[in-house]
């Protein structure tokens, strides 16, 4: 027995050397393991991207598969049997149709709106300082914050950074041609399989899971992750559905009121509309002042008129019947989720900040629950 206890003792302190050893390697060679772990990140990027593609399409998947197997027609019995694959290659066919109608219509509009925008942004800048320069002395907007944040503008010269040319030498800088088609073709490929064989990869992780965790932290962990995963799935398909929707009203009441760069504005606002609060608000700024320079002061107080019903229809209409059922979180904890997750995250900390604090919330008060 003391032989025993001396063995264990050893062989503790053999383990806690080890350990020691093993760490000091990894910090001496922090940026020779950065490096392998970069690299394996980039070959990892096509299935990573695959499982995003698959994760955003898995909900209009799974609708159009209950839809499909529905149909109790003697003659179309066969097509339900065959409902999943139907259902992929449905919603495959119309994300290429979608991307064909943007690339051929928007895609066109938006290039030739930055391109005149980025000629005519040393008259826009000319007209703004005109205009400052005018202002009284005392206003706000004489500021010396403001003025040199002018001039730092007027410092600017957009055709170095956004021309033919850079662009080409971005592209063939980031990643070459060959590699980022095979890349896209594999994510497209691995989202696929993910779709058809859901119920597989799924049954398979329950094992898994079975096997590390005991019955009731199992039961625990798949009822969050069930939870996890509805909160996430209705927020980016509503959230990103409602900008879209948002996106081209906008466009369309902007063309109307006769908006020069209706369509870019009206995409801007329809994505920053998918940030909860703060992104309508930063979206709208941007247009009016991009507006009060290209059409006058009456054209932007229209559109300001015109975008703020939209976004109450949308807010009280419309996002509303996207989403379902609400997250059930306050309007203060939305804010300060939102604040969190941009200033440490950026734009991406802000439209994943929501979600995540209902999934916490849900936490808290479950711990709350329990405890009582």
């Known amino acids: 027995m003391k032989e025993r206890r001396v063995w264990t003792k050893w062989f503790y302190w053999f383990t806690f050397a080890v350990s020691i050893i093993l760490i000091y390697k990894v910090l001496d060679n922090f940026t020779a393991i950065g490096k392998w772990f970069a690299g394996f990140f980039h070959i ?65 509009i938006a290039a030739s709106s930055i391109i005149d925008f980025v000629n005519h942004f040393q008259e826009y800048y000319n007209i703004i300082s005109t205009e400052i320069n005018a202002l009284p002395e005392d206003s706000v907007l004489k500021s010396e914050a403001v003025v040199n944040a002018v001039s730092k503008i007027g ?18 800088g980031a990643i070459s041609i060959a590699t980022g088609i095979f890349n896209f073709f594999v994510s497209i490929i691995v989202s696929a399989y993910i779709l058809l064989e859901r119920g597989e990869i799924l049954k398979f992780l329950r094992k898994v899971s079975k ?71 930063i979206a709208v700024i941007v247009a009016t002042i991009i507006t009060i320079i290209t059409g006058g002061l009456t054209q932007a107080i229209w559109m300001i008129v015109i975008v703020t019903i939209l976004q109450q229809i949308d807010a009280n209409i419309i996002n509303p019947k996207i989403v379902g059922e609400s997250l059930k979180i306050s309007p203060l904890l939305v804010i300060f989720a939102v604040t969190l997750g941009g200033a440490y995250f950026g734009i991406l900390g802000m439209f994943l900040a929501v979600p995540i604090a209902a999934i916490i919330k849900v936490l808290i008060e479950d711990y709350i629950e329990m405890k009582e």
């Open 155 to 172: 410092q600017i010269n957009l055709t170095e950074y956004i021309n033919i040319e850079k662009l080409t030498q971005y592209a063939q």
């Open 211 to 281: 096997a590390i965790f005991k019955n009731d932290v199992y039961q625990n962990v798949a009822k969050y992750f069930n939870r996890t995963n509805e909160i996430f799935l209705k927020f980016l398909a509503s959230q990103l559905l409602d900008g879209i929707v948002v996106g081209i009203l906008t466009s369309i009441a902007m063309s109307i009121l006769g908006v020069k760069y209706a369509v870019v504005l009206g995409i801007m606002i329809g994505l920053f509309n998918m940030i909860p609060y703060f992104g309508a608000i």
């Open 44 to 108: 990892m990027m096509p299935f990573v991207l695959g499982i995003i593609m698959a994760y955003i399409l898995y909900v209009p998947a799974r609708n159009i598969e209950k839809l499909i197997k529905k149909i109790n027609i003697k003659g179309l019995r066969i097509i339900t049997k065959k409902a999943r694959v139907l259902s992929v290659a449905v919603v495959y066919a119309g994300v290429i149709a979608i991307l064909a109608l943007v690339i051929k219509y928007i895609v066109p």
